[in-house]
C-alpha cells in the first residue's frame, strides 16, 4: 500500500446533512503504520505545523491523512458541535482504515483536534492503536476550573500528552498529571520550555522546523505501542 495519495475529498454525515472535506495523504511507499492527523481550532490542514509534523512522519516510514473539520471547510473560524467533530474523526478513521491494510492507525490532533480525536475513541467511534496528542487544551487559559477531563478515563486506547512545560492550557500541571493517570493507559512527554505550540522563549524557529523535532519521541512511542509496550 503507497502511503502517497494525495489530496482528496471525505464525505461526513452530520445530523443536518452530509459535508465534504479536503484530505490529504502522504508518506512513504511501504509505511508501517498510518496516522490521522487533526488541526487545532485556529488553523485548517495546510497550518505549517501539520505538514511539518506529516513531512517527519513520513521520514519515520508512517503515511499521515491530514483533514479539515467542516466548520474550517466552510470557510468559518469558531468550531461547530463538538458533535460535528467526532462525526468527522468518524468518518476520517472509517476511510483510513480502508486504505491501512491491515497496518496499524494512530489518531493524532494537534489541541482542539487531538481533544476531539479523545472524545470520538471516548465515545467508541474510532478504535485506532493509540492517540497522540500535541498540546492537549486541558483548560482555557487561566480557568482551571474548567477542565475538559471526564471523558479521558473513558478512552481504551493508549494515549500520549506531549506538552510544553509552558503551555497555560495545563498550568497548573499536577492538574495534567491526575488527569493522566485517571486513564487506562497514558503517559506525558514534556517537551522543556515549550508553549502550546511547543514554541520556546528566545528561539524563533519556523513551526514546520518545531513539530518535525517532535516526531521523534512520537515514532518511539507508536512503534513501543505497536509492539504491546505499556507506559515507560
Not at 83 to 96: K, R, S
Not at 136 to 154: F, K, N, V
Not at 160 to 176: A, K, M, R, Y
Not at 212 to 218: D, G, Q, Y
Amino acid at each position: 500500500m503507497s502511503g502517497g495519495g494525495g489530496p482528496s475529498r471525505t464525505t461526513v454525515a452530520l445530523p443536518n446533512g452530509s459535508v465534504e472535506i479536503s484530505t490529504d495523504l502522504v508518506g512513504p511507499d511501504e509505511p508501517w503504520a498510518f496516522a490521522a492527523l487533526a488541526h487545532g481550532a485556529g488553523a485548517g490542514y495546510r497550518h505549517p505545523f501539520l505538514t511539518g509534523f506529516a513531512d517527519a512522519l513520513a521520514r519515520e516510514g508512517v503515511a499521515t491523512l491530514r483533514f479539515n473539520f467542516p466548520y474550517v471547510e466552510a470557510g468559518r473560524r469558531m468550531p461547530g458541535p463538538a458533535a460535528h467533530a467526532v462525526a468527522t474523526w468518524a468518518a476520517v478513521h472509517a476511510a483510513l482504515v480502508k486504505s491501512a491494510d491491515g497496518l496499524p492507525i494512530f489518531a493524532m490532533g494537534k489541541s482542539y483536534g487531538g481533544r476531539m480525536a479523545s472524545m470520538a475513541a471516548a465515545e467508541g467511534v474510532i478504535d485506532p492503536s493509540g492517540l497522540v496528542y500535541l498540546g492537549y487544551p486541558l483548560h482555557p487559559p487561566g480557568s482551571p476550573d474548567r477542565a475538559r477531563t471526564a471523558h479521558l478515563p473513558d478512552v481504551p486506547q493508549a494515549q500520549l500528552f506531549v506538552e510544553g512545560t509552558n503551555d497555560p492550557f495545563i498550568d497548573p500541571h499536577d492538574q495534567l498529571e491526575a488527569a493522566v493517570a485517571s486513564c487506562r493507559q497514558a503517559e506525558i512527554a514534556w517537551i522543556d520550555g515549550g508553549g502550546h505550540s511547543f514554541e520556546v522563549k528566545g528561539r524563533k524557529r519556523p513551526p514546520a522546523e518545531v513539530a518535525a523535532e517532535l516526531v521523534p519521541l512520537v515514532v518511539a512511542w507508536m512503534r513501543r505501542i505497536h509492539s504491546g509496550g505499556g507506559p515507560t
